[in-house]
């Protein structure tokens, strides 16, 4: 975890945010490489779930939102963490996190539990009252719902049928940690699959196995990865069966997504409240039906972070240690690197010329600064498959070198094949 944490910092991946300030309240800020390879996981997401489906639509619905939406979803009653300060110190702490003493300073002179709400509410206008209050979104799922009607009717669209969304999502978690496994700011990719009641129990399934493989088509080893279902004790106030896809971390198994059976209950609550009928024709039956929903809901932030540690390799080359982020290809926040082998101004135009060619197929770094062998280091540590070196000898026979992240293999191809053989070598 260390490793990760210092290789984001030190190859601008992910820094603390304000650091200059000393840093603020466990949030960060994606740097260049970083905010490239959250973008690629994004993509890899919607690619996956709409672009690649006929059964699923897109959305982008407001971050801030109205309190009427959360009133009825549950979340201002149900949305709440049970909170207990210690007396000695005065440290705060979930109390389900904690075994019955402050894990600061051991007292176990606690106080009585309270709900604390975990969504950030401001006000939308120049007056600070109950008029103006409006929250942000503690997850992107509830604008699928409150939109079911007006995309289903404009995208002619009945059960099943997804609605999915990427974005960010804010809760005010009294313990973020690990990084950025548990943010207060964080991003999510969730997805409202909208089914005949009497179907739900059998797209649960499907969707869970559909997520689960995911991660391991994007490279996780299966064996980092399982299905955890919930005991009822375990599920949220408006699910009637979850499973968690959890992946091993440093400190074991955890939560990268949970896949919920969340009944009607988020139709019917919109519905109720709004006064708007949320529900489908069904020709058969000729009955109008409220569907069922069943929600994969991923965390873009924590899976970036997944990947990242799955990835990570030490190995030797050239007797040397290298660290490599083995990152499946699409997600590599670069597919290619261009390295001239010294700073000269004829090898610079060749580079020139050959990025003119790669980069508009694909994300590519020039990379000018030290040695050759630090530059592949660096480029290994960041994940980029290829590397494509112009040397001297390219000047004459207009050929360049292609290696290889994984294997360091090198192969001498012509310029003129340069794009044709890079496209072969990547997968995706
Ligand atoms: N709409 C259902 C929902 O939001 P959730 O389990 O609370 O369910 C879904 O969140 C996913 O969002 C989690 O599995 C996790 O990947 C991500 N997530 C939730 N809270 C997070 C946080 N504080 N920081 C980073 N990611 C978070």
Known sequence: MDEIVNLCKRRGIVFPSAEIYGGFRSTYDYGPIGVQLLRNVREAWWRSMVQLRDDVVGLDAAILSSPKIWEASGHIDSFADPLVDCRQCHERWREDRIAGSCPACGSKDLTEARAFNLMFSTHAGPVEDESTLAYLRPETAQGMFVNFSLVATTLRRSPPFGIAQVGKSFRNEITPQNFVFRTREFEQMEMEYFVPPEDAPKWFEYWCEERLQWYVDLGIPKEKLRLRHHGPEELSHYAVQTADVEFEFPWGFDELEGVANR???????????????????????????????????????????????????????????????????????????????????????????????????????????????????RQDEIGTPLCVTVDFDSLEDAAVTIRERDTTAQVRVPISELLQEVSGRLDC
Do not use: W
């Open 263 to 377: 009944t009607d209950y988020d139709l019917r609550a919109h519905a109720a409240a709004s006064g708007q009928r949320l529900e489908y024709f069904d020709p058969v039956s000729q009955d109008h039906i409220v569907p069922y929903v069943i929600e994969p809901a991923a965390g873009a932030t924590r899976a970036m972070m997944a990947f990242m540690l799955a990835a990570f390799d030490v190995d030797e080359v050239a007797g040397e240690r290298r660290n490599v982020l083995r990152l499946h290809h699409r997600l590599a926040p670069y597919k290619v690197a261009v390295l001239p082998l010294s700073k000269n101004d004829a090898l610079a135009q060749l580079v020139s010329k050959v990025l003119e060619m790669l980069k508009p197929h694909y994300m590519c770094d020039r990379d000018v600064t030290q040695s050759i062998g630090r530059r592949y280091r």
